[in-house]
């Protein structure tokens, strides 16, 4: 499969260079040249296959002959490991739970996909290559995950000192051995332009080749699709008409949810459901585009103001906005109405949600008004344990504790603590 820059269409790279750039060299997301057509047969006897052979139908059109089949095959059965079950919560609404992974979010499924095709690309290289990313939660334990222990990659993570959750910090501080935590005393926007500035140094990429883990990778992106496969896979003997409701910030999970549909699973509509950082959702209103600048709230991974997958949605319906309407829909919530969802969803039907999934609850039900022959599936997108600092106080006491999160918090944090200075951070990574 060949991918194109969306800033330049003859712009075109392989497999392989799109997944270790990230970004074209033009600032182009990368978007497959082709859109693949999977077989009809495959879709309607879905429930005979595993989520292994799922996930590898699904994904090898896009990857080609660039990684062989048993490569491919193990990288697949490493990314799905864990269970992603669909609970019913009310009469037509069912979760789609996506926190059953190591770190308890959803960006588990990308960075462990992304982590073993890198391992696989650099199996063969002398210098290792260094993962350098920039984190305000979530993300950063994930990479963490899903790089650790693999040969041939360092990864170096930036996260702003005070300003991640105790859980998120001992995700990404405990690990050890190739994983490196930078305690950067600044903010989240210091620890991007700190990368960014790392990247551009021609010095040191020839001592230290860097790479990103970014969320707008395609080996981040792509396997993403996998979620929807697998919950039509457990709905569509009872419930063939489906509608999908997906908290959304950068608008990656959901954009891998739409190309699910385009490759050919029978998806009615889709429903983003973004918090007041409401970009996308004016935009469907207006027709205009215009981000300005990110509010804080309690759903903090989506706190987004120019969501970067969103051009990749408008690349799938030809930029035709009337033709996109048709299929996706989108509302904003703010967070009176995110903590009030949360004390009734619990009273109401005893589904503990976490923010994020709130605001996708919301948007299926807001949908659902109109659309009552449908049935609709919200994406829980993590646990409500990694919220718990500022969930309700009505409803903290109930939410549920795993045991791999009690083990975690008596690990020992390992970072170093560095100024919010490239000059340092230099320093650092030239050692
Ligand atoms: C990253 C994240 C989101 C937003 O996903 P996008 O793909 O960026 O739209 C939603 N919920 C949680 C818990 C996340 O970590």
Not at 186 to 209: I, M, N, S, Y
Not at 325 to 351: L, P
Request: with cysteine; proline share 6%.
């Amino acid at each position: 499969m060949q991918y194109f820059s969306l800033q330049n269409k003859q712009h075109q790279v392989n497999f392989e260079t799109a997944v270790v750039q990230g970004l074209a060299p033009d600032r182009g997301l990368y978007f497959p040249e082709q859109i693949p057509s999977l077989d009809k047969d495959f879709i309607s006897h879905l429930q005979d296959y595993t989520d292994h052979e799922i996930g590898l139908n699904v994904i090898r059109p896009f990857v080609g002959d660039e990684i062989p089949e048993a490569a491919l095959k193990k990288i697949v059965a490493d990314t799905l490991h864990f269970p992603f079950p669909v609970q019913k919560v009310t009469g037509h609404t069912y979760a789609l739970e996506l926190f059953h992974g190591p770190t308890l979010a959803f960006k588990d499924v990308g960075a462990r996909f992304m982590a073993g095709c890198l391992g696989y690309f650099r199996r063969n290289a002398t210098q290792p290559v260094t993962v350098l990313v920039a984190t305000s939660g979530d993300t950063g334990g994930a990479v963490a995950h899903g790089f650790y222990q693999v040969p041939g990659v360092e990864v170096v993570i930036l996260y702003p000192s005070k300003k991640v959750s105790t859980l998120q910090e001992k995700q990404l501080t405990t690990l050890g051995h190739n994983i490196h935590a930078l305690e950067i005393a600044g903010t989240f926007d210091d620890c991007q332009q700190l990368v960014k500035t790392a990247f551009l140094d021609a010095e040191l990429q020839a001592h230290r080749p860097l790479t990103s883990a970014n969320s707008i990778n395609v080996a981040r992106w792509l396997p993403q699709m996998f979620y929807y496969f697998l919950a039509y896979k457990q709905m569509k003997a009872a419930h063939p008409r489906l509608v999908f409701s997906v908290p959304s910030g950068n608008f990656g999970n959901i954009c891998a949810g739409m190309m699910a549909a385009a490759i050919g699973l029978p998806i009615s509509h889709f429903v983003a459901a973004t918090n007041v950082n409401d970009t996308v959702p004016r935009f469907m209103a207006s027709g205009k585009y215009e981000p300005g600048t990110a509010t804080p709230t309690l759903s903090n991974a989506m706190d987004v103001a120019d969501p970067s997958n969103f051009v990749r949605i408008l690349q799938l319906f030809g930029n035709n906005l009337p033709q996109l309407a048709e299929r996706f829909t989108a509302y904003s919530f703010n967070d009176k109405d995110t903590i009030r969802t949360m004390e009734q969803v619990w009273k109401e039907h005893h589904y503990m949600l976490d923010p994020h999934g709130a605001v996708g609850f919301m948007g299926l039900q807001r949908y659902l008004q109109n659309s009552p022959e449908l049935t609709g599936v919200f994406l829980e997108t993590a646990h409500p344990v990694k919220f718990e600092d500022t969930a309700p106080k009505s409803i903290r006491e109930e939410i549920y504790t795993p045991a791999k999160v009690m083990s975690l918090y008596s690990k020992e944090k390992e970072a170093t603590l560095l100024p919010a200075d490239y000059a340092t951070l230099k320093n650092w990574l030239m050692r």
